[in-house]
Nanobody, 129 residues
Framework: QVRLVESGGGLVQTGGSLRLSCAVSIRTDSRYTMAWFRQAPGKEREFVASILWVNADTRYADSVKGRFTISRDNAKNTLSLQMSSLQPEDTAVYYC??????????????????????WGVGTQVTVSS
């Protein structure tokens, strides 16, 4: 079981930036698909971005493309999400997720919450208008 601990959430004004981090307990030479999801009040959890740990290849939801950047730091075992041009609709609890292997990354299932076996407890991001 992978242990994931998010940090970095908070309150920011519209147009502002925020950086989320997720401490990851995996071997740096492991093959994992990592992702960020978010869940707004009354809505289903939705895909934000994913990255292959082994080569840092990335994919994004259309709603965040060009504004958010997912990255990983092998030396620090940290997954990050740099968010800019934040909008009120980005307000949500953001979750870090991990799936062993890279199959879901290539077969399209990386957008599905059910494809991930390990989750963090989430961090709140609130964007004020």
């Amino acid at each position: 079981q992978v242990r994931l601990v998010e940090s970095g959430g908070g309150l920011v004004q519209t147009g502002g930036s925020l950086r989320l981090s997720c401490a990851v307990s995996i071997r740096t030479d492991s093959r994992y698909t990592m992702a960020w999801f978010r869940q707004a009040p009354g809505k289903e959890r939705e895909f934000v971005a994913s990255i292959l740990w082994v080569n840092a290849d990335t994919r994004y939801a259309d709603s965040v493309k060009g504004r958010f950047t997912i990255s990983r730091d092998n030396a620090k075992n940290t997954l990050s999400l740099q968010m800019s041009s934040l909008q009120p609709e980005d307000t949500a609890v953001y979750y870090c997720a991990a799936s062993r292997g890279d199959l879901i990354y290539y077969n399209g299932l990386y957008r599905n919450t059910g494809a991930y076996g390990s989750w963090g407890v989430g961090t709140q991001v609130t964007v004020s208008s």
